[in-house]
């Protein structure tokens, strides 16, 4: 029987014998426990009817855990020297498609149209490229793809920051603009040690399970989300002093003071202790739509 690909032996004899080199510019970080990777595919909760989306294969080494259980796996990767060494390592699974393109220019929603069927259960499951972990998460987030769960391993710090709940130091836009569409989880953390090359950072795995609809109810999402990266454009600030640099055209200070008063928010408050509701409570109020 062929060894799983993220043994450290099997790894380095594919990486020898394609004479492969590792781009740092790419974030090419490849696993070498095959433990972690079952347990990243389990957080997923994966059925013999499932789809996978993974961003970045490398050499493989994920992917072949998800198509041993999952129905279909899509797979993209950016750097082209590992197209030939992925057509072998994964020749046991036909059921494995993947596409040399990079992920934030890729028509995402129409290639999941033509490889999976209608309505069928589908999960993102990836060791993610940190250079670019939040404009991924955030495109496959707001492209409001047909995607039950994502289950992503990337830097221990952004998990966190995903995740926090308010008036913790890691709450922030980014969190809410994560919490709007999927509720966040950190499942486990993982070593260093066990990457070849091994990275600066410690990472986590994170769960998003995608909401059916938002928790909160907002005139306009982008005004929303505009509001909220304004609450925290300085954190040392207080909520007034934040939002009325950013209302400066339309309000005065004293009338956002008012309409924060009127909302029960006190404008002393920072961002980092409003909930998203006292956000949507802001954005429903205050924007000219009213
Ligand atoms: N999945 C493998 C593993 O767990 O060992 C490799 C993960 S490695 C952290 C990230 C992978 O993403 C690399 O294969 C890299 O070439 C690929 N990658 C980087 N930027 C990408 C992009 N914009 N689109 C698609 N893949 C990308």
């Given at each position: 029987?062929?060894?799983?690909?993220?043994?450290?032996?099997?790894?380095?004899?594919?990486?020898?014998?394609?004479?492969?080199?590792?781009?740092?510019?790419?974030?090419?970080?490849?696993?070498?426990?095959?433990?972690?990777?079952?347990?990243?595919?389990?957080?997923?909760?994966?059925?013999?009817?499932?789809?996978?989306?993974?961003?970045?294969?490398?050499?493989?080494?994920?992917?072949?855990?998800?198509?041993?259980?999952?129905?279909?796996?899509?797979?993209?990767?950016?750097?082209?020297?590992?197209?030939?060494?992925?057509?072998?390592?994964?020749?046991?699974?036909?059921?494995?498609?993947?596409?040399?393109k990079d992920v934030l220019k890729a028509?995402?929603?129409?290639?999941?149209?033509?490889?999976?069927?209608?309505?069928?259960?589908?999960?993102?499951?990836?060791?993610?490229?940190?250079?670019?972990?939040?404009?991924?998460?955030?495109?496959?987030?707001?492209?409001?793809?047909?995607?039950?769960?994502?289950?992503?391993?990337?830097?221990?710090?952004?998990?966190?920051?995903?995740?926090?709940?308010?008036?913790?130091?890691?709450?922030?836009?980014?969190?809410?603009?994560?919490?709007?569409?999927?509720?966040?989880?950190?499942?486990?953390?993982?070593?260093?040690?066990?990457?070849?090359?091994?990275?600066?950072?410690?990472?986590?795995?994170?769960?998003?399970?995608?909401?059916?609809?938002?928790?909160?109810?907002?005139?306009?999402?982008?005004?929303?989300?505009?509001?909220?990266?304004?609450?925290?454009?300085?954190?040392?600030?207080?909520?007034?002093?934040?939002?009325?640099?950013?209302?400066?055209?339309?309000?005065?200070?004293?009338?956002?003071?008012?309409?924060?008063?009127?909302?029960?928010?006190?404008?002393?408050?920072?961002?980092?202790?409003?909930?998203?509701?006292?956000?949507?409570?802001?954005?429903?109020?205050?924007?000219?739509?009213?």
């Amino acid at each position: 029987m062929v060894k799983d690909i993220a043994t450290p032996a099997r790894t380095q004899e594919i990486l020898k014998k394609h004479g492969f080199s590792f781009k740092k510019s790419l974030g090419q970080n490849f696993l070498i426990d095959t433990n972690i990777l079952r347990n990243i595919v389990e957080a997923a909760s994966l059925s013999d009817s499932s789809g996978v989306i993974e961003i970045g294969p490398g050499i493989g080494a994920l992917t072949e855990q998800s198509a041993k259980v999952a129905e279909r796996v899509l797979a993209f990767e950016i750097d082209q020297r590992l197209m030939p060494i992925l057509k072998e390592t994964l020749a046991p699974f036909p059921h494995v498609n993947v596409i040399h393109k990079d992920v934030l220019k890729a028509n995402v929603r129409e290639e999941m149209a033509k490889f999976f069927y209608e309505g069928q259960d589908v999960a993102v499951v990836a060791n993610l490229p940190y250079y670019i972990t939040t404009p991924i998460l955030m495109k496959l987030l707001e492209d409001k793809l047909p995607v039950r769960v994502i289950v992503v391993m990337l830097q221990k710090e952004v998990a966190e920051r995903i995740a926090a709940a308010p008036g913790s130091k890691d709450y922030g836009s980014l969190s809410i603009a994560a919490q709007y569409y999927a509720e966040a989880e950190t499942v486990f953390t993982v070593p260093k040690t066990v990457f070849i090359p091994q990275p600066n950072v410690d990472s986590a795995i994170l769960r998003l399970t995608i909401r059916d609809k938002p928790p909160v109810r907002v005139n306009n999402e982008e005004r929303f989300f505009q509001i909220v990266q304004a609450s925290f454009a300085q954190r040392r600030k207080t909520l007034l002093n934040n939002l009325s640099a950013y209302f400066k055209d339309t309000l005065s200070k004293q009338i956002v003071a008012e309409k924060l008063q009127g909302l029960n928010i006190d404008p002393k408050r920072r961002g980092e202790s409003l909930s998203m509701e006292e956000f949507a409570r802001i954005e429903n109020n205050m924007s000219e739509d009213e």
